[in-house]
C-alpha cells in the first residue's frame, strides 16, 4: 500500500474513477513502450462508450494488442494519433486508422505544447520518496508532465528509480492508481555472423574515450559486443539497453574522458528487459535527462569524439538516407537520428556511423539503391553523410564528390547487385565524367574560329553497347589522368573519340593512357567484343580529328 502524505491521500483512487476525469471532446496523451500505464489505458478502453470525439495521442509504440483498434473504437476515438509507427501500429497507419505525425525529437515538446495541446495525460510513476517525489521511471519526457494540465498516475512499486531530472512531485498528480507490476519486456534480436562483421567494422571507427549514441537492435548489440576490448567509453544517448550494462561490468564504459557529465551515463530513457531497469535503479552511474538536453545539439558538441550510430532502411548512392519506410509502409520514425547525426559534425572527432546490412535477410533486394524516387521520406540529408557500414567494409562519404561517394557506396555493395548499382548510376549520371553525354559545350578550336569562344558540339547516339563501353573508358580514362599529367584535362567525348589537352612533355603518355583504356576485350551479354584504338599527339586538338 502506498503512503501518502494526508494532504494527497484522497488522489489515491481506483482506475475506473481515476478516468471518469476524462470527458467527451478532450485530447489525451499516453505513453506507450514498457512506460505505458496499462492500467489506466485498460479502464480508458473499458469507459469508451461514455466519450465520444476523443482524441488519442500516443508517444511511443505498442508492445502489446492495442484495444483502442478495436471495431467500433472509432466512434469514441475519432482520431489517433502516434509519433512513433513502430511495432503493432505498423498496420493501422497503412490502413488509414492512425496518423502517423514526423517530427524531430528535439521539438517534441514544441509540439505537444503548442499543436496537440493535451487535456490530459496518462502517465505511469514510482512511488513518492519521503519528499513527496515519483519518479517517472525509465524514461525522462518532460514535455507531458510540465505541458499537460491534468496528469493521471499508475504508481507503480515495481518502477525503477534512476537519478537525473526525471522526478515529478505528487502534488502535481490529479489522480493515483496504485499497481505493482513488472514492466513489458523489448527483446533485441538475435545476432548474427553478419551482424557481427559489422560490428567489427564499426568498432575500428570508435577511438578509446568515444562517447557513443546507439540504438537497439542486432547491429547495435552487435557493435557494443566488439566494443568489449575498448577504453573508457562513454554514453551521451537517446536510450539504454540491454548490452550496456555487460561493457560497464567489463569496464569498457567508464565515461572517464567526458568533458561533461564526466563518469556518468547520460541517456533520456531506456528500452530492453529487467536486466537495464533495475540495473539502472538507483544507480549513480547513470542519470535520464529530458529530450531538450540531450539531443541538444550545443551540449552534443561539448562531447569530444561523439559517435553517433544509427541505421538505414536504404541509401542512395548520393548519401541520402532513408531510415523511416519500404515503399508505403510506415516502418518507424526518424528518431533522434538527425539530431545526433548533426551534432557529431560539431563534435571535435564526432563521427556519424550509419551501419546496415548491405541487402534483405535474403538478400534479393539490395539496401544501396542508385536514386531515391520521388516521394522518398528523406531522414538523414546527403549533406550530413559520414561513415556509411555494411558487412562488406566501410564507406567513408564526408568530403567526396557525387562520384566519389557512388564509387565507395558501390564497394560496400552486395556483390550480385554491384554491376547493376554501376549500370543504373551511369544512366541517372551519377557516376560520368564531366564531359560525358549527348550535348555539351566546348571552346572552339582556333583553326576554325580564333580567340576560343564558346560554342555547342552534338553528339549523336553510337550503337548502345559501343555507348556504355565508350562511357566506361571515358571514366577510366579521367579518373587516371590526374597521375599522368597534373595539368592535363579530358577536353570532350565525341562520338567514340575522346580529346585531351596536355603539356607537351608528357603527351606520349597521357596517349598511352588513352590506349590502355580504349584498347580491351569485353564480354557483353554473352557475346564478345573486341574494342580498339588508336592515339594521335597533336598540337591542336583540331587536327587531331
Known sequence: MIA??????????????????????????AGGASSEA???VDALMEQADRLENVRLLLTGNALREPAYLRPGMEKHFTQILTLFPGGRL?????????????????????????????????????????????????????????????????????????????????????????????????????????????????????????????????????????LRDHKDIGVHSGMLSDTMVDLVEGGAITGARKEIDRGKMISMMAIGTDK???????????????????????????????????????????????????????????GGQPDFVRGATYSRGGRSILAMASATADDKVSKIVPLFPAGTMITTA???????????????????SILQRAKALVSIAHPKFRDELLRNAKLSGEIRSPMLGRRRIFPLPEELGGNIPITEIYNYPIQTYAADYINEATIEFYEQLY??????????????????????DRAEDVAKLLLSTLTKTKTINGIVMEFTASAKVKQRWGAAA
Do not use: W
Open 38 to 40: 496499462i492500467a489506466l
Open 382 to 400: 546527403a549533406y550530413d553523410a559520414d561513415y556509411v557500414v555494411t558487412e562488406y567494409g566501410v564507406a567513408h562519404l564526408r568530403g567526396k
Open 90 to 226: 505498423r498496420h493501422a497507419i497503412r490502413d488509414g486508422r492512425v496518423g502517423y505525425v514526423p517530427n524531430h525529437l528535439i521539438l517534441h515538446e514544441q509540439l505537444i505544447k503548442d499543436y496537440f495541446k493535451p487535456d490530459v495525460a496518462l502517465i505511469m510513476v514510482s512511488p513518492p520518496d519521503r519528499y513527496g517525489f515519483c519518479s517517472m521511471g525509465i524514461t525522462c519526457d518532460r514535455t507531458v508532465v510540465d505541458n499537460v494540465p491534468i496528469l493521471i498516475a499508475e504508481m507503480n512499486h515495481m518502477l525503477p528509480r534512476p537519478f537525473g531530472d526525471g522526478y515529478i512531485h505528487v502534488s502535481r498528480l490529479h489522480r493515483v492508481v496504485e499497481s505493482s507490476r513488472p514492466l513489458l519486456p523489448e527483446g533485441g534480436d538475435p545476432i548474427g555472423e553478419k551482424e557481427r562483421t559489422i560490428g567489427a567494422h564499426v568498432s575500428s571507427l570508435i577511438p578509446d574515450g568515444g562517447v557513443l549514441q546507439i540504438g537497439r537492435g542486432s547491429i547495435p548489440d552487435a557493435v557494443l559486443e566488439a
Open 483 to 504: 597521375d599522368v599529367d597534373p595539368t592535363a584535362f579530358l577536353m570532350a567525348q565525341v562520338h567514340d573519340a575522346l580529346y585531351a589537352e596536355c603539356n607537351e
Open 276 to 334: 537495464i531497469y533495475s540495473y539502472m535503479d538507483q544507480n549513480p552511474l547513470i542519470e535520464l535527462r529530458p529530450i531538450s538536453y540531450t539531443h541538444n545539439t550545443a551540449v552534443i558538441a561539448k562531447l569530444s569524439n561523439f559517435i553517433a550510430l544509427n541505421s538505414a532502411v536504404e541509401i542512395d548512392l548520393r548519401g541520402q538516407v532513408n531510415a523511416e519506410r519500404v515503399g508505403s509502409a510506415q516502418l518507424a520514425a526518424p
Open 4 to 29: 501518502l502524505d494526508s494532504r494527497y491521500r484522497d488522489k489515491l483512487v481506483s482506475a475506473e474513477e481515476a478516468i471518469r476525469v476524462i470527458q467527451s471532446g478532450q485530447t489525451v496523451v
